[in-house]
């Protein structure tokens, strides 16, 4: 009996060596943002590392309510069919949300976003958690009045950028910019044939964007995305008799659209 007893001690011993290891995992890095990622861990054992800064960029998805925004594409707006030829505004005094409510400001970065293209370097920030996004459609007033001819090409602000839009030293530039062609007709059962434009400067009509995004930016690169419906800037807009401003023929108009900024750009 004795005998027995120790051979199948010898067995369950055994047994428990050649399966015991099987079960174990293998700890390293799971997550694949980090700088120290082990592809072959199968269990996160808290020794990630990252990158002290992250390369961000803002994705800008243009839209038209439910659609993207192509040019020269028919959509509806208001009831009245629209085609849009150029949408584009100006982005400056950009701030990220730190988790302790600090603010993270992007110095001396300035964006002009426009309808057919969509990602847009912010440059390094701290890699963590950030909890929103602030910024202006428009320009400060120290940006609005400066001479764009002192700018590098690749600056946003740079007369040689070949969306750039700018009245002059007195008015600046224009921080929102929408053009195309509209159906007027009575019954809005027309062809969209008619031009419209929207140009919206000057210091007044600069708006504060606030967006909740509660994102982790980290690893070497990350992304922000935000969504813009171009169809919310003509909120309250009948765009059959309100089609055009250069702003200072038609400050109504123009501060109309500047208040629909708010409403048309969110956090996707």
């Not at 072959?40 to 243009?62: K, L």
Request: aromatic letters at 12%; charged letters at 25%.
């Amino acid at each position: 009996m004795k005998k027995s007893f120790h051979l199948f001690y010898i067995f369950i011993v055994s047994i428990s060596i050649v399966v015991l290891p099987s079960c174990t995992k293998q700890k390293g890095c799971t997550d694949n943002t980090a700088t120290n990622y082990d592809s072959e861990a199968e269990e996160d054992d808290g020794s990630c590392t990252y990158n002290a800064e992250t390369d961000v960029e803002i994705h800008f998805s243009s839209m038209v309510g439910t659609e993207s925004l192509v040019y020269n594409q028919e959509y509806t707006i208001n009831g009245r069919k629209v085609k849009f030829t150029r949408a584009q505004f100006y982005v400056s005094e950009i701030h990220l949300h730190q988790a302790d409510g600090d603010l993270v400001h992007l110095e001396d970065k300035y964006l002009l976003v426009h309808g057919e293209e969509h990602a847009y370097s912010i440059g390094k920030v701290a890699s963590e958690h950030y909890h929103g996004i602030s910024f202006s459609v428009g320009l400060d007033s120290a940006a609005n009045h400066s001479d764009p001819s002192t700018y590098a090409a690749d600056h946003a602000l740079s007369s040689l950028d070949p969306n750039y839009t700018h009245w002059n030293w007195n008015s600046g530039y224009v921080f929102i910019r929408l053009e195309g062609y509209v159906d007027t007709t009575a019954a809005a059962n027309g062809d969209a044939d008619f031009g419209f434009f929207y140009h919206v400067g000057f210091d007044e009509f600069k708006r504060d964007i606030d967006l909740d995004i509660s994102q982790d930016l980290v690893g070497s690169t990350a992304e922000i995305g935000l969504e813009i419906d171009f169809a919310k800037f003509f909120l309250g807009v009948d765009m059959r008799t309100e089609n055009s401003t250069h702003s200072m023929d038609n400050m109504m108009l123009a501060e109309k659209i500047a208040d629909n900024a708010d409403d048309a750009i969110s956090a996707e």
